[in-house]
């Protein structure tokens, strides 16, 4: 299952190598599965450049310029949100975004890439890391204030279960009126 997500996304970056005019439709289009090996592949991760050799049966070098040109074309594209910059849809948890961040990072970091063509866009990157980290402490600050612990949180008075039914009410009223 693995294996198939991230044929899809080196399948898609091959693509677009081979027919650059394909990019258009792909900007508009969702992201494919397997976004992550395309990061690693920028970055030489060894790991990831020995299993997109496995799924196609190509150079590495060959898969490293498909995942640079889909990241740069359709990743970092000038139109693209945050999500997108980073390799993902809004589904994603903090943890993938750190990890797609910081390969992506890896790949454009200035100490390894004298182009500042990169240094720009490593730039871009880090403006959508930090403007998703900062919406995104937002939203759990705004969510852990308008809640309480659930032992300590009061029912609404609609859902408010009474503590007594009608009958225990009447069984356990003073005995002084009817005396």
Do not use: C
């Amino acid at each position: 299952m693995r294996r198939r997500r991230q044929a899809q996304a080196l399948s898609a970056a091959v693509d677009l190598l081979r027919i650059p005019s394909q990019a258009r439709m792909m900007r508009s289009a969702p992201l494919p599965p397997g976004i992550l090996l395309l990061l690693r592949l920028a970055a030489e991760d060894g790991e990831a450049l020995l299993d997109a050799e496995n799924i196609t049966k190509r150079a590495r070098e060959y898969h490293r310029d498909a995942a640079i040109f889909f990241i740069e074309q359709i990743l970092l594209a000038s139109n693209s949100d945050a999500y997108r910059m980073l390799g993902l849809d809004k589904t994603a948890t903090t943890a993938e975004m750190r990890r797609h961040m910081a390969y992506l990072l890896k790949w454009l970091h200035p100490d390894r890439n004298t182009d500042p063509h990169k240094g720009r866009l490593a730039r871009r990157v880090l403006h959508a890391w930090n403007e998703l980290s900062a919406a995104r402490r937002a939203m759990e600050d705004k969510l852990a204030a308008g809640q309480s612990k659930p032992e300590t949180r009061a029912r609404s008075p609609a859902r408010r279960r009474p503590m007594y039914s009608q009958e225990e009410m009447t069984s356990r009223a003073p005995q002084t009126a009817k005396q």
